[in-house]
C-alpha cells in the first residue's frame, strides 16, 4: 500500500536554484494539499488543489507554485529558493475535502536552502 | 479568525504513567476537531476526530472530547507506552473549508 509517495526525500539548494518536489497519491483521492513544518509553527498550509484542475492558495503561497497534473500527482515549484524555504514539507490528499474527513500524508521532504 | 493552541512540549512521562496535551481552539461555527501523530522520520496520521460537540474521540488507548463550552479538546491517555513517544498535533477543520489548522505540536518522550 504506497499511498501517498513523495521525491526526493532530501534536498540541499543553493540560493536562487529551483526546483520541483514531487507527490502522487494511489488512493482516488479528489483532494491534495501542500503543507510546510517548521519549529513551534506546526503546519502551514502552501496550496491544495480541492479537485483535478483546480488550485488555491493556502496561509503561506509566496515563493511557490503548483501544477496538479491529473487525479494522481500534485507538484511544488520553488522557482527561486530562498533560504526562509528552509523547511519540512508534506504532501497530504483526502477523498473529497470535506470537514470530517481525515488526510494521508506522505513521509516529507527535507529541504536546505544554503 | 479560526487557530489551535496546544500546550509546549516536551512532555517527559515514565511508562505507565497518564497523559495529558491540552488543546484549546478559536473558531466560528462548528469546526471538526483531530488529534495526528507524527512518529520520528514519518509523516502524520490521524490518530483520532470528533465532528461535533460532546462527542469522544478514541484509538489506541487514546481520547479526547470535544468540549463546546470550553473551546476545548484535550488528549488523554491512561498509561502511555514508551512506543508512544512522538509528536501530537491538534487540529481543526472550519465549516466549508478546506483548510486544516494545526497547533505548533507537542512532543511526548516515554522513558521505560
Known amino acids: 500500500n504506497a499511498g501517498v509517495t513523495q521525491t526526493p526525500k532530501f534536498q540541499v539548494l543553493k540560493t536562487g536554484q529551483s526546483m520541483t518536489l514531487q507527490c502522487a497519491q494511489d488512493?482516488?483521492?479528489?483532494?491534495m494539499y501542500w503543507y510546510r513544518q517548521d519549529p513551534g509553527m506546526g503546519l502551514r498550509l502552501i496550496y491544495y488543489?480541492?479537485?483535478?484542475?483546480?488550485?488555491d492558495k493556502g496561509e503561506v503561497p509566496n515563493g511557490y507554485n503548483v501544477s496538479r497534473l491529473n487525479k494522481r500527482e500534485f507538484s511544488l515549484r520553488l522557482e527561486s529558493a530562498a533560504p526562509s524555504q528552509t523547511s519540512v514539507y508534506f504532501c497530504?490528499?483526502?477523498?473529497?475535502?470535506?470537514?470530517?474527513?481525515?488526510?494521508?500524508f506522505g513521509s516529507g521532504t527535507q529541504l536546505s536552502v544554503l | 479568525g479560526n487557530s489551535v493552541t496546544q500546550m509546549e512540549g516536551p512532555v517527559t512521562l515514565s511508562e505507565e504513567a497518564f497523559l495529558t496535551i491540552n488543546c484549546t481552539y478559536t473558531a466560528t461555527g462548528y469546526p471538526s476537531l483531530f488529534w495526528y501523530v507524527q512518529y520520528p522520520g514519518e509523516g502524520l496520521q490521524l490518530l483520532l476526530k470528533?465532528?461535533?460537540?460532546?462527542d469522544k474521540g478514541s484509538n489506541k488507548g487514546f481520547e479526547a472530547t470535544y468540549r463546546k463550552e470550553t473551546t476545548s479538546f484535550h488528549l488523554e491517555k491512561g498509561s502511555v507506552q514508551v512506543s508512544d513517544s512522538a509528536v501530537y498535533f491538534c487540529a481543526l477543520r472550519p465549516d466549508s473549508s478546506y483548510k486544516l489548522i494545526f497547533g505548533s505540536g507537542t512532543r511526548l518522550l516515554v522513558r521505560p
Open positions: 488543489s480541492a479537485s483535478e484542475g483546480t488550485t
Open positions: 470528533a465532528t461535533k460537540a460532546d
Open positions: 488512493m482516488n483521492h479528489n483532494s
Open positions: 497530504a490528499s483526502s477523498e473529497a475535502g470535506r470537514k470530517n474527513e481525515k488526510l494521508f
